[in-house]
């Protein structure tokens, strides 16, 4: 790269970082109101077809054969983040089949039933990790040994681990739900919090 | 250095100038590719193709996880299995199916190689943009 090009493109970048930081000059949703709702809030837009989801090249010639995720889920049960399906769901209603063996259709998934709780710290709700919905779609080498040690106690998770893109964040956040829905994951409701920062568990022990 | 960023020299001022019209006349609309969407960019900047965009949610209506990340050895991170035609053309990963009978065949170059020159392998986890604009690109290997 040139001098003169990294000075321009410096300058650039100059431009571009006042532009972003002055509310003035760009019109953004919440420029006329102060007070609007959703002020840090990009503006997003979700199951956008191929051509115009701003990674696909709009350009390239067979682009607008590709199907549009909108028109693939709208018979899918829905949810608030991620693809917008609730993708357990539809594999437990059968709205989707996915097959489990490319040499075998007739193959099924062994779901595995078997809940495992993972206590958490102060009043947030303990993780029950099922196995049967993880099982209906992966092999257990899909996570054993790699990811989750097959052992009690063995594995600390935290949220932080799993922003990284560790742990249950090797899948969750990137390709299932991401981790803006707490519930699905943190079920359990802890039936009396106390002031040392470990509630009363209902789980089972 | 003719790439910075994974980018090439006009293209980040064609970015940048894009940037800045957008922030002028309008309400800037940050791209939103559909969540878990891969993008995998071993080889074909280099030789001068459009990257792969895999879409995620197609194959997982069909397909359990377990038959590409079991079976076919998908490593699970983008950019991960340095993919190349020469394996799909053997009938390994992608090619286990994209082979004219289950899936197009590999004759349909740009149905795969659809995305925008210059990004590097990564998955879409439709986060922010500027949370993630900063991270640097992968070094080329």
């Not at chain 1, 790699?146 to 998770?157: L, S, Y």
Request: charged share 20%.
């Amino acid at each position: 790269m040139k001098p003169t090009s990294i000075t321009l493109s410096f300058f650039a970048v100059l431009a571009a970082a006042i532009l972003l930081a002055s509310p003035g000059w760009c019109a953004q949703p919440g420029a006329s109101n102060p007070n609007a709702f959703n002020r840090l809030l990009k503006p997003t837009k979700y199951n956008l077809p191929p051509a115009e989801d701003g990674y696909h090249d709009p350009a390239a010639e067979d682009v607008r054969e590709l199907q549009a995720p909108a028109q693939a889920f709208q018979n899918l049960p829905k949810s608030a983040s991620g693809n917008k399906v609730d993708w357990v769901k539809a594999v437990d209603e059968k709205k989707v089949t996915p097959v489990w063996d490319r040499g075998d259709p007739a193959a099924q998934a062994m779901p595995m039933d078997l809940d495992i709780v993972f206590e958490v710290k102060g009043s947030t709700p303990d993780v029950v990790y099922p196995h049967r919905q993880h099982t209906l779609i992966l092999d257990c080498t899909s996570c054993h040994p790699d990811i989750f040690v097959p052992q009690k106690g063995a594995n600390q998770i935290s949220m932080a681990q799993i922003m990284a893109g560790q742990k249950c964040g090797v899948c969750h956040g990137s390709v299932a739900f991401p981790i803006e829905e707490c519930r699905r994951c943190h079920t359990n409701k802890k039936t009396v919090a106390s002031k040392k920062g470990s509630a009363a568990r209902s789980s089972k022990p | 250095m003719s790439q910075f960023f994974g980018i090439t020299i006009p293209q980040k001022f064609a970015l940048a100038g894009m940037l800045f019209l957008a922030m002028m006349f309008g309400r800037v609309e940050f791209a939103a590719a559909e969540f878990g969407d891969i993008v995998i960019n071993n080889y074909s900047d280099g030789v001068g193709m459009r990257p792969v965009i895999f879409p995620h949610w197609f194959h997982r209506v069909r397909f359990a996880c377990k038959v590409c990340h079991t079976d076919l050895g998908f490593a699970m991170k983008a950019g991960g299995n340095q993919l190349d035609m020469a394996k799909i053309l053997e009938g390994q990963f992608c090619g286990a199916c994209h082979d004219g009978t289950t899936a197009w065949a590999t004759d349909r170059c740009a149905l795969c190689h659809s995305g925008q020159a210059g990004m590097p392998s990564q998955v879409n986890k439709n986060k922010d943009p500027k949370l993630t604009a900063a991270a640097p690109a992968p070094a080329k290997k």
